[in-house]
């Protein structure tokens, strides 16, 4: 049986290249067809995870390869903006860097039992399990993204081109890297094993 969960996960990270693959390509029709792609590709992140639940398709691999197609596609789009001068260099590689030291821990947490979300979270502090695992602060986040997302591709449209809507681009990736900031910190204070050594005492490195 085909998993139609990881086929969504995969195949929003393909459009995702044919959307950026366009923004190269100059023409106001084929900026708007990287927009609405784009817009889609946003979607597609909520409709793998709802045909996941819906269809009893939920599954450790579907959570895995549903978080990889999420940084695929976050860093693909930032690493394109960057080259296209739309937004400084220190955007994609601060989150570059925060999404592989995050990932890291969560991909260890995930082997001691933990979860990033849910009611098994390695969260700790009720400040903690509110930036990264709540509802409202991911659905925040994401929306914030998005919107960033869309804007940067909107505000050079020329429908969009004289009004105030690259600020409001501009203002919007602000917002969302002080929430990868906001939301990777805590990751990385209350991880329990982050700067502890997992050996016992007294052991030596093998050579």
Known sequence: ?????????????GLALIAIYLLTVPGETIR????WLTAFVIYADALDGYL???????SKFGGILDIAGD????????IAFSTLQ???????????VRGTFVDAIRSYASEQGFTAFGTKTMMQSGLGKF???????RFTYAIAKALAFCFLIGARTEMFA???LLLVADIMVYITAVFCVLRGLP??????????SDKPAGSTKSL
Do not use: C, D, H
């Open 131 to 137: 930036l990264v695992a709540s509802n409202f602060s």
């Open 187 to 196: 990751v990385l204070l209350e991880s329990p094993f982050l700067f502890q």
């Open 52 to 58: 996941a639940r819906k269809l009893n398709l939920s």
């Open 32 to 35: 708007w067809v990287a927009f």
């Open 162 to 164: 004289k009004t105030p």
């Open 71 to 78: 940084r695929v596609v976050e860093m693909a789009y930032w």
């Open 1 to 13: 049986m085909v998993n139609i969960a990881n086929v969504v996960t995969v195949g929003r990270v």
């Open 86 to 96: 739309w937004i400084p260099l220190w955007v994609p590689l601060l989150f570059a």
